[in-house]
T-cell receptor, first 115, second 108 residues
Framework: DGGITQSPKYLFRKEGQNVTLSCEQN?????MYWYRQDPGQGLRLIYY???????QKGDIAEGYSVSREKKESFPLTVTSAQKNPTAFYLC??????????????FGPGTRLTVT | GIQVEQSPPDLILQEGANSTLRCNFS?????LQWFHQNPWGQLINLFY???GTKQNGRLSATTVATERYSLLYISSSQTTDSGVYFC??????????FGSGTKLNVKP
């Protein structure tokens, strides 16, 4: 089955530690996205990538980093510089590349708790 | 960027009732999607509808791109329809912007 997988589902970390969230897709999509969702809120874009080895900051990139070494994978690192890292993190992909209008699909999400 | 506003923010329905959710956006967009977020947080694609009308069972959606709004209709609502409904727009062909959602509670 084609889809997007995120792991782990739940993640607990101590303050001051970096943590990496995994996102893999087998939809052959060019574009991938990371969003953050806080309780009762909408989704905010952290980073996005439209092609391998290239990515752009979204609206709330401070304290996060990403890489896009393979088309299928777009891991997100939450660094110790992120002031409020506890949140629900969602990864998405779409067939949209530059100039395209593809439909976006989401993974199941990772709930990160930092204490 | 672009502003995406959804209304109403909260909606309580009795099972069997119909409802209309609205999404307004402040500029021209390249596409528009409606999602349902279930209680476990999964975002489920409902409609990809940059313009026109689509129907899928009890749900239908209409986007009037020239007037910058989209409507999601839910007919004969069921308790399983509960959750949060988001609209998202693709702007300048690269970034998606989400509304803040409509939280729907369907009571038996």
């Amino acid at each position: 089955d084609g889809g997007i997988t995120q792991s782990p589902k739940y993640l607990f970390r101590k303050e001051g530690q970096n943590v990496t969230l995994s996102c893999e897709q087998n939809l052959n999509h060019d574009a991938m996205y990371w969003y953050r969702q806080d309780p009762g809120q909408g989704l905010r874009l952290i980073y996005y990538s439209q092609i391998v080895n290239d990515f752009q900051k979204g609206d709330i990139a401070e304290g996060y980093s990403v890489s896009r070494e393979k088309k299928e994978s777009f891991p997100l690192t939450v660094t110790s510089a992120q002031k409020n890292p506890t949140a629900f993190y969602l990864c998405a992909s779409s067939a949209a590349g530059t100039g395209s209008r593809g439909e976006q699909y989401f993974g199941p999400g990772t709930r990160l708790t930092v204490t | 960027g672009i502003q995406v506003e959804q209304s109403p923010p909260d909606l309580i329905l009795q099972e069997g009732a119909n409802s209309t959710l609205r999404c307004n956006f402040s500029d021209s967009v390249n596409n528009l999607q409606w999602f349902h977020q279930n209680p476990w947080g999964q975002l489920i694609n409902l409609f990809y509808i940059p313009s026109g009308t689509k129907q899928n069972g009890r749900l239908s959606a209409t986007t009037v791109a020239t007037e910058r709004y989209s409507l999601l209709y839910i007919s004969s609502s069921q308790t399983t329809d509960s959750g949060v409904y988001f609209c998202a727009v693709l702007y300048n062909f690269n970034k998606f912007y989400f509304g803040s959602g409509t939280k729907l509670n369907v009571k038996p």
